[in-house]
């Protein structure tokens, strides 16, 4: 199965930078995606990473590494609206390999304090 | 990005009853939908993954003939709850992806309650 592990709560300064790490335990890696989601809503897309490396993306950044199992979420310049629940989900494919099966973490809430 | 929409947004219902929950790609075409189900404070789990014009597959633990999944169409996947009960209130979730990229794309969610 798939085991993913990201921590439950963060509090960070508004205008601050804050760093959200996901590990995860898997077979069949395809991709590690990021979403945001707001209380009552559901989640939206923040970014993709397939391979190792940083890929930025205004104030948010995202960071992968397949041999480690590790990736994180980079947030610059917090702002207040950006608490919000953040869910690291990974993407591998399925046994009769005819899609890609999504697992998510069970998400990091972040606190944005002024 | 790609839209998906649900209907309804939010639905009360007494116990016993159906309850059907439609998903929608509005400008892409979808060829595996995903159900999710989310209760307060946890995160999404997914129900089952359905491919357009197949049978969907469930995850273990979920209840094939309590939560029918159809997938008719490019566009279109039906969620019904049968026979809902109280403790089937939660936060109903879609997601759709295209073919040759695995991003998804989610519904705004379906807030179910059973009474």
């Known amino acids: 199965g798939q085991n993913i592990d990201q921590p439950t709560e963060m509090t960070a300064t508004e205008g601050a930078i804050v760093q959200i790490n996901c590990t995860y335990q898997t077979s069949g890696f395809n991709g590690l995606f990021w979403y945001q989601q707001h209380a009552g809503e559901a989640p939206t897309f923040l970014s993709y990473n397939v391979l190792d490396g940083l890929e930025e993306k205004g104030r948010f950044s995202s960071f992968l590494s397949r041999s480690k199992g590790y990736s994180y979420l980079l947030l610059k310049e917090l702002q207040m609206k950006d608490s919000a629940s953040y869910l690291c989900?990974?993407?591998?494919?399925?046994?009769?390999?005819?899609?890609?099966?999504?697992?998510f973490g069970r998400g990091t809430s972040l606190i944005v304090h002024p | 990005g790609a839209v998906v929409s649900q209907h309804p947004s939010w639905v009360i219902c007494k116990s016993g009853t159906s309850v059907k929950i439609e998903c929608r790609s509005l400008?892409?075409?979808?060829?595996?939908m995903f159900w999710y189900r989310q209760f307060p404070k946890q995160s999404l789990m997914l129900m089952a993954t359905s491919n357009e014009g197949s049978k969907a597959t469930y995850e273990q633990g979920v209840e094939k003939d309590k939560f029918l999944i159809n997938h008719a169409s490019l566009t279109l996947s039906t969620l019904t709850v049968t026979s809902a009960h109280p403790e089937d209130s939660s936060f109903y979730i879609c997601s759709a992806t295209g073919t040759s990229e695995d991003t998804q794309y989610f519904g705004p969610g379906t807030r179910l309650t059973v009474l």
């Open positions: 400008d892409f075409q979808a060829t595996t």
């Open positions: 989900a990974v993407s591998v494919l399925s046994l009769s390999g005819g899609s890609y099966i999504p697992t």
